[in-house]
């Protein structure tokens, strides 16, 4: 029996990780899914509880567990509180203590949902595309760090990019792996042009591409990836980049697929282990109202299924779902259009399930 933790979080996080459950409840009725659950505090939920974003308790309890999903942390409440004491702080402790340095997002868009996409159809149409973050270095966690204050008490801000050659080539090697089975293409995003940092990165993720002669390795510098995204999104397959450009890179492709709220991520270890995520965050504006789509969390249980829990039909029929319940016409309102019908958190979450049945 597989053991999942579940971390609701806060905002919305509670309402999209209940329709989650929903589907993982009926999966394991339904369709033979071995899987046992408990929940825990982090972010601000845990603030309020514990006093800090990340108890002990729930770093223990995502270290024995083979799978973790998470809701989103953060919130205006705990806006004003130090940065190292932050609802945020306990998702990047969560990613730092379990290892988790494989970040894959994956932008794809829905058909149905072309026309939901600020940018034209057929500029969108058929996007497939494999963001792969570095997700437990670069300049989120480099030291120093700080805000010091100078001789005629100025203060200066300082944070520090540095990534190791292992730590490129390991996130680099994820990349190629995913690439080998998909388009075989990776485009490897830095700033080689300034940054002494990348400029390493370039030359390992062009070292590492030696041991995979099927996948075709190409550069960009980050701006113009940025440009790129929105002007010709489908020249890309897969995508592999620092932690705080994958961060910026990954919103800006979300937008691609209609809403950031149809996004899912898995983020692995070195043995596979998972925390799964939509890469939305606790949208504190629409918390409590029945407003937020609870499809990026759901699709982040599918990449559960594929990745950690290895039941690959399970995670087919998941997205098939929720292919479903689009072609039905549902929409939350993040992506609702003219002739769709809009429904609430939950009425998504309860269609999901019911289409499970049809699904292959
Ligand atoms: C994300 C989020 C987080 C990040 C925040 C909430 C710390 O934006 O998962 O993309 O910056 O990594
Ligand atoms: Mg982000």
């Known amino acids: 029996m597989k053991k999942l933790l579940i971390l609701p ?26 899987l046992e659950w408990e929940q825990a505090l982090v972010g601000g939920a845990a603030i309020d509880a514990t006093g800090g974003p990340l108890p002990e308790e729930t770093l223990k309890l995502a270290r ?7 809701g989103a942390v953060g919130g205006y409440k705990w806006e004003s509180l130090d940065i190292s004491i932050r609802p945020e702080k306990g998702l990047l402790g969560l990613r730092a203590g379990l290892g988790l340095f494989a970040n894959l997002r994956p932008a794809l868009l829905y058909p149905q949902l072309a026309s939901a996409s600020t940018l034209k159809p057929e500029v969108v149409a058929g996007l497939d595309l494999m963001i792969v973050r570095e997700l437990t270095g670069g300049i989120y966690f ?13 203060r200066e801000g300082f944070n520090t990019l540095v990534y190791r050659e292992s730590e490129i080539e390991r996130i680099c090697r994820v990349a190629f792996e995913i690439a080998g089975k998909r388009g075989r293409r990776v485009c490897s995003v830095d700033k080689a042009n300034v940054l002494e940092c990348t400029e390493l990165w370039r030359e390992v993720a062009t070292r590492t591409a030696n041991d995979y002669p099927d996948v075709t390795l190409s550069h960009m510098y980050v701006d113009n990836a940025a440009m790129q995204l929105v002007r010709a999104p489908k020249q890309f397959d897969v995508m592999v980049t620092t932690n705080l450009f994958g961060d910026i890179l990954s919103d800006c492709a979300s937008m691609l697929t209609g809403s950031i709220g149809m996004l899912p991520s898995a983020s692995l270890d070195a043995a ?53 319940v689009l072609d039905q016409g549902l929409r939350t309102p993040d992506i609702h259009t003219e002739g ?20 292959s």
């Not at 024995?64 to 998470?70: F, K, N, R, S």
């Not at 480099?142 to 100025?154: A, C, H, K, N, S």
């Not at 596979?272 to 982040?300: V, W």
């Not at 019908?341 to 289409?355: F, L, P």
């Open 340 to 359: 769709t019908r809009e429904v609430g958190t939950r009425a998504m979450g309860e269609a999901v399930v019911a289409a499970l049945e049809g699904s």
């Open 64 to 70: 024995e567990a083979d799978a973790v999903l998470l």
């Open 9 to 34: 979080g806060d905002g919305i996080g509670p309402e999209i990780v209940a329709e989650a459950v929903r589907v993982l409840e009926a999966l394991r009725e339904r369709f033979g899914l071995a």
């Open 142 to 154: 480099g030291q120093p760090r700080g805000i010091r204050t100078l001789e005629g008490g100025e």
């Open 272 to 324: 596979g282990k998972g925390m799964y995520e939509p890469i939305h965050g606790s949208a504190p504006d629409i918390a409590g109202q029945d407003r937020a789509n609870p499809l990026a969390t759901i699709l982040s249980v599918a990449m559960m299924l594929r990745y950690t829990l290895d039941a690959p039909c399970l995670a087919d029929r998941v997205e098939s779902a929720v292919d479903r």
